[in-house]
């Protein structure tokens, strides 16, 4: 079982006061040999998003299923 997290910070150049944060959590247990399933939560948040009805966060959930091939 592999557990990794992941986490970004953007601060704007040319929208001022613009700040987006991105964040990934991700679960991976290995199955068999080449094969894994994948568990992974996200969230998004952009100060500023683009679109008059756009929301500042975005979140959700992602299961997969994943093949590595042998070298």
């Known amino acids: 079982m592999d557990l990794q997290s992941t986490q970004n910070l953007y601060f704007s150049l040319t929208q001022k006061g613009r700040i987006r944060h991105d964040e990934q959590i991700k679960l991976t247990w290995k199955l068999i040999t080449d094969f894994s399933l994948n568990l992974t939560l996200y969230d998004n948040y ?3 998003p683009p679109g008059e ?4 966060v975005d979140y959700g959930i992602v299961f ?3 093949y590595s091939f042998s070298r």
């Open 46 to 48: 952009d100060s500023q």
């Open 53 to 56: 009805n756009a929301t500042t």
């Open 64 to 66: 997969g299923i994943s």
